[in-house]
């Protein structure tokens, strides 16, 4: 279904156009119609479906079309990290540059003449806010933030808002909003947390499921096996074999991205890091160098595994094995966006093993294992995963089985 068959305004689709969007995704092909007619929506979508579009098309739509008040905020978008904020904002000016759509990104950090924007904003009236839990409290509790006219309410990335503690908060900025507006909420898995949540805010919602928790299939899944003291080398002889033009390494710590990042320099690779210790303005520089493919290798925390838009990732690196399997999905998420392809390979160390296991058991097969080069010397032995499988599970995991002994 191609954008234009959605019966938008012009200046909307001027703004479409001028952003290359032609064919709608799966997600955004069922979400645009059903918020444009009003509905309440639960949508669970993994990240590169296109869902950003999905609501913020019928959105500013629905804004343009109905009558708004121009000194109150008309339409709310929650998110919880900055960057994901940032990254919103930027669709939405795109969208509706040829449009009167007025938006603002409120989150924390920065300096005094920030806040001073986003409190005008908030008092005086602006069309789409968008903001993180944390931040819009701070304004709250001065008092001055006006969304008592509030329109509509969208929750993006609902489930990692929970993860990161922010329950409470979102309740709190809730109930200072109407009663009667539209809701959007986006989740990429549903938990019964999340059930919860949609429970107490949505008024029969349309549920819509694409693709939940399993990541596109072009990606193509590969994993080594390897000591902890392998994992430097092997990577810097991934990173020197073959002309990668776009790299994201997670790691699970601060002090991992630091480390390896000085090593990755000090081999001559084009890689700088992202973490929660850089001020904003370093990152929001770092992450206009990745995207302008001036740098190479970003090597992050899982600060950006969720809702960062950056196109034309080759490979993604998991240095370290993600906690759970769900990071693991957005993590790999982050290459072979749309209709591309692209590569995410796992280092997995002798204690990651079992880690690793309820990994492949989310994704409903094992992943592929790389032969690590001989020249690394030995590396761990399979394991089996815990438990008796049987079946279609046994199958599955033949190759890890132990020989008996003689």
Not at 272 to 292: A, G, P, T
């Amino acid at each position: 279904m191609k954008f234009t068959e959605f019966g938008l305004g012009e200046g909307l689709m001027e703004g479409i156009e001028s952003m290359g969007y032609d064919e709608a995704t799966p997600v955004q092909e069922q979400v645009i119609p059903k918020i444009l007619d009003g509905h309440d929506i639960i949508a669970a979508a993994q990240t590169g479906t296109g869902k950003t579009a999905a609501f913020l098309v019928p959105l500013i739509q629905n804004i343009l079309w109905n009558t708004t008040d121009d000194h109150q905020v008309n339409a709310m978008v929650i998110v919880p990290t900055r960057e994901l904020a940032t990254q919103i904002v930027q669709v939405i000016e795109g969208l509706s540059y040829y449009t009167s759509i007025s938006c603002i990104a409120v989150y924390g950090g920065g300096d005094g003449a920030l806040f001073n924007a986003e409190k005008k904003a908030l008092s005086k009236g602006a069309d789409i806010v968008v903001c993180t839990p944390g931040r819009l409290i701070s304004h709250l509790n001065m008092g001055y933030v006006n969304i008592g006219k509030l329109k509509y309410l969208v929750l993006d990335e609902a489930d990692r808002m929970l993860d990161m503690g922010f329950y409470e908060d979102i309740m709190k900025i809730i109930d200072k909003m109407p009663k009667e507006r539209q809701n959007m909420l986006f989740s990429a898995t549903m938990p019964p947390a999340i059930r919860k949540l949609a429970n107490g805010i949505l008024k029969n919602p349309v549920e819509i499921n694409i693709a939940i928790s399993k990541p596109p299939e072009q990606i193509k899944q590969e994993a080594f096996l390897v000591f902890e003291e392998q994992k430097i080398p092997l990577i810097k002889h991934i990173l020197t074999q073959r002309d990668f033009n776009s790299v994201v390494v997670f790691c699970s710590s601060k002090m991992s991205v630091k480390k390896l990042t000085a090593e990755l320099r000090r081999a001559k690779i084009s890689a700088n890091e992202i973490h929660s210790d850089l001020e904003q303005d370093k990152r929001e520089q770092v992450m206009m160098d990745f995207r302008s493919k001036r740098l190479k290798v970003l090597v992050a925390t899982d600060l950006i595994s969720r809702g960062i838009d950056i196109e034309d990732i080759d490979l993604v690196i998991n240095y370290d094995v993600p906690h759970e399997g769900e990071d693991y999905v957005h993590r790999i998420g982050r290459t072979a966006r749309a209709a591309t392809t692209g590569t995410a390979y796992t280092f997995i160390t002798d204690q990651e093993q079992y880690k690793f296991h309820r990994i492949e058991k989310l994704l409903g097969h094992p992943v592929t294992k790389a032969v690590v080069p001989a020249e690394f010397g030995p590396t761990p032995e399979p394991k089996e995963p815990r438990g008796k499988p049987s079946g279609k599970g046994k199958k599955r995991y033949d190759k890890f089985k132990r020989k008996p002994k003689e």
